[in-house]
């Protein structure tokens, strides 16, 4: 069961801005498959997490590197999934191209340079892994 667990917690979606994220899981094979934040895995809790951790994320990568990144003006794509070792995680994939099925299916932004950016956020361990930034030299 790739949900792991019940879809029935409650979120407060004004808390979020749903405009910009679009919700998926992952099938058996990785597949993203898109889902209603109604219908989420994730709780309240969870997307919070993901927010703080995302935000050190950034935080880190500016710090290392002399091009920033932010998540202004980026849609976000939000794949959850529990991996090997049975925890939670959210692939997070952000960028800028307009695309008009942005919400049901992954987009890959190579062109943008320095816009799109992906990690991993393991909502387990209260981590947010290296942030790859696309076309970075």
Same mark, same amino acid.
């Given at each position: ?33 898109? %889902? ?32 920033? %990144?932010?998540?202004?003006? /980026?849609? /976000? ?25 942005? /919400? ?15 990690? /991993? ?17």
């Amino acid at each position: 069961n790739q949900t792991g667990g019940s879809s029935e917690h409650h979120l407060d979606l004004k808390k979020f801005d749903t405009s910009l994220i679009a919700l998926f899981i992952s099938d058996e094979k990785g597949y993203m498959i898109p %889902i209603e934040f109604s219908k989420s895995p994730l709780s309240e809790d969870d997307f919070l997490a993901i927010e703080s951790l995302l935000s050190d994320g950034i935080r880190q990568y500016n710090d290392q590197h002399s091009y920033p %990144i932010s998540l202004a003006h /980026r849609k /976000r794509q939000y794949k959850y999934y529990i991996n090997e070792s049975g925890e939670k995680e959210v692939w997070v994939n952000c960028f800028c191209k307009e695309q008009s099925d942005w /919400r049901s299916r992954q987009v890959i932004d190579l062109d943008s340079y320095k816009c799109a950016f992906d990690t /991993r956020i393991n909502l387990s361990q209260k981590k947010c892994e290296r942030i790859f930034v696309s076309a970075q030299l």
